[in-house]
């Protein structure tokens, strides 16, 4: 099959983009995936694109523009508003599960000596696009490894390239494949479980890992993402060590606990986590007795982030180091300017309970806002207060690699101030 792109999506191809929108297909009107056209997630019709509108999910396709009779070669999606992922861009021989598969061995070998010992035995072992296999999210939790799709082009091939999986997997330690439900929140089975096995020994509901040295339980069968939010462990890092000398401690959404973990270890003396879940503060409450912290000398509220700031400084509670670290207020670029306003009551009501010397940790999810859209939430107008300055700014980790051209692949931002 053909594809026959715009002027604007070939242009995005030939940069290095991943991704061609519907709309970027000649003949299927307006632009492609480029640094104009932050769109993920919003639904699009199907069909468009001459010989490609016959095509099914995971079907391999040619890219072409006017002048360009070959610009590389992706997997058709008839259902997402990505319609191709980009995965060659040179006259290879074929897109095949082999080309695929040496694809995942080179973002596999990429890791290799990075996590030697057992200080960290959860990692991402292959970023999709950052990797350059457009999709295919890999994470490693010791001898487990769990493979989630962004879309469904790649399910109709995971029959041909589990063997490889299996084979270079193996060779790494890992025994257990399993394969998290399509989407960011998937219904699971009957009893909420959202985890297929694909090979090997049975996997196990819960798992304890380690991170830079500290114990973590991952909840595979029923967590979010693949489990956990490995692309904060770096920043996890960063608080244990802001959290020492600190006299109280708030980490808002703090779902499994990992940043609360990791205040307690640095010293903090008494860390509050706030999140709406209580099965997550269940979680959390094991990781601290796996790590030797007592979870009776510290607080688990369940409740709404926003309602409990206000009741707290209705209170007069004041806090010398918080971690702010919500879901994605911006599932698509449609609903950025109510995120952006989301994230400025976020902030501005943490900054009342901020105590003078404290410090703020904020981060954000979303790739539809960017660095500096979420700094412009952190200003003195939105915080109400001039006595705080940006000590640094971090995005995600080595194991989350990204592309020049992927905008949307440096989704990560995590803002300290002081």
């Not at 040179?90 to 973002?107: C, F």
């Not at 989630?148 to 082009?153: P, S």
């Not at 940043?259 to 860390?271: D, M, P, Q």
């Not at 960017?370 to 000590?391: M, N, Q």
């Amino acid at each position: 099959m053909r594809v026959h792109l715009t002027a604007t999506a070939a242009a995005a191809v030939r940069r290095g983009h991943p991704w061609v929108y519907r709309d970027g297909i000649a003949g299927g009107g307006g632009r492609a995936a480029g640094p104009g056209d932050r769109r993920r997630g919003e639904r699009a019709p199907r069909g468009g694109g001459g010989a490609a509108a016959s095509a099914a999910t995971g079907d391999v396709v040619e890219l072409s523009a006017e002048g360009a009779p070959f610009l590389g070669r992706g997997l058709w999606d008839a259902d997402s508003p990505i319609a191709v992922r980009v995965f060659q861009r040179a006259q290879a021989p074929a897109l095949d599960e082999r080309a695929i598969a040496e694809r995942l061995e080179r973002a596999f070998a990429l890791r290799d000596g990075w996590f030697a010992g057992r200080d960290t035995t959860a990692y991402r072992l292959c970023n999709g696009e950052g990797d350059r296999v457009p999709s295919l999210v890999i994470d490693r939790y010791d001898r487990v490894a769990v493979v989630r799709l962004d879309g469904g082009m790649l399910a109709p091939w995971l029959d041909r390239l589990l063997p490889h999986l299996a084979r270079a997997l193996g060779a790494r330690g890992v025994r257990s494949i399993g394969l998290r439900a399509r989407g960011e929140a998937p219904s699971g089975d009957a009893d909420g479980k959202k985890l297929a096995h694909l090979h090997g020994p049975p996997l196990p509901d819960r798992l304890f890992v380690r991170e830079t040295g500290v114990a973590m339980e991952v909840d595979l069968a029923r967590g979010q993402k693949t489990g956990a939010f490995l692309d904060q462990r770096d920043n996890r890092a960063r608080v244990r060590a802001l959290a020492a000398g600190r006299r109280r401690v708030l980490n808002l959404f703090s779902y499994a606990g990992g940043f609360s973990v990791a205040a307690a270890l640095g010293g903090a003396g008494r860390v509050t986590s706030v999140d709406s879940a209580p099965a997550a503060h269940a979680t959390a409450q094991r990781t601290f007795r796996e790590n030797g912290v007592d979870p009776a000398a510290h607080d688990f509220v369940t409740a709404d982030a926003f309602d409990f700031l206000e009741k707290a400084r209705v209170r007069g509670d004041r806090y010398d180091l918080i971690i702010s670290d919500p879901p994605s207020f911006a599932p698509s670029e449609r609903a950025k300017p109510r995120a952006l306003g989301a994230y400025r009551r976020l902030h501005a009501a943490v900054a009342r309970v901020l105590d003078r010397g404290g410090v703020l940790c904020a981060a954000s999810c979303s790739s539809h806002i960017t660095a500096e859209d979420f700094l412009a939430t952190l200003d003195d107008a939105t915080l109400e207060r001039d006595d705080l300055r940006v000590r640094a700014t971090h995005g995600q980790p080595e194991d989350h690699p990204t592309l020049p051209a992927w905008w949307e692949g440096r989704y990560l931002k995590f803002v300290v101030l002081e």
